[in-house]
Each structure stands twice: as structure tokens, then as C-alpha cells.
């Protein structure tokens, strides 16, 4: 069973491009279901690359290929997972 601070400690990779996208923020979860629909993780930042995010990336957990120790790794399209923040 994984938790989510588990899931909190592991950085995510995309596959398809090498992609850095960082660590799990939050869980979009199906509250009826009982299941994750998709792991968010803070967008890139606007100045700078540090200083205020108004995006994320939301990886749908259909497109998570592999879950090790440290990595989870993704394959997905970057400009399809990059949405604003809620």
C-alpha cells in the first residue's frame, strides 16, 4: 500500500522527454470511488524559475508506467498535463 507521503518523496520523470516535473503536491481523488485520478505537481515557475506558480502539471494516474523508491515515472505530453492552478 502506498500513502501519500510516500508518494510526497518521489520525483517525477517523464519518459517520453526526460522532463523534470518535481514532487507530488496534492491528489485529485474520486471521492465515490475511492480511487486517485491524478497526481498534481506544482508548474514551473515565473520569474526566474522560482518565484510564483500559476501552473500545474496534472499527470492522470493512467499515464504513471512505474512507481520505484524514489521516481515515478510518467509518460505523457507535457503541454497536455500543464494546466492553470485551481
Same mark, same amino acid.
Given at each position: 500500500?502506498? !500513502?501519500?507521503?510516500?508518494? !510526497? %518523496?518521489?520525483?517525477?520523470?517523464?519518459?517520453?522527454?526526460?522532463?523534470? #516535473?518535481?514532487?507530488?503536491?496534492?491528489?485529485?481523488?474520486?471521492?465515490? %470511488?475511492?480511487?486517485?485520478?491524478?497526481? $498534481?505537481? =506544482?508548474? =514551473?515557475?515565473? $520569474?526566474?524559475?522560482?518565484f510564483? !506558480?500559476? %501552473?500545474? #502539471?496534472?499527470? =492522470?494516474?493512467?499515464?504513471?508506467?512505474?512507481?520505484?523508491?524514489?521516481?515515478?515515472?510518467?509518460?505523457?505530453?507535457?503541454?497536455?498535463?500543464?494546466?492553470?492552478?485551481?
Amino acid at each position: 500500500m502506498t !500513502r501519500m507521503y510516500d508518494l !510526497r %518523496q518521489k520525483e517525477i520523470v517523464n519518459i517520453n522527454d526526460g522532463a523534470r #516535473y518535481g514532487f507530488v503536491s496534492d491528489l485529485e481523488l474520486d471521492p465515490v %470511488q475511492g480511487r486517485i485520478i491524478a497526481l $498534481v505537481v =506544482p508548474g =514551473p515557475g515565473r $520569474v526566474l524559475g522560482v518565484f510564483g !506558480r500559476d %501552473q500545474e #502539471y496534472r499527470i =492522470p494516474w493512467e499515464m504513471i508506467t512505474k512507481i520505484g523508491d524514489d521516481i515515478i515515472l510518467v509518460s505523457c505530453d507535457t503541454g497536455k498535463v500543464l494546466s492553470e492552478s485551481h
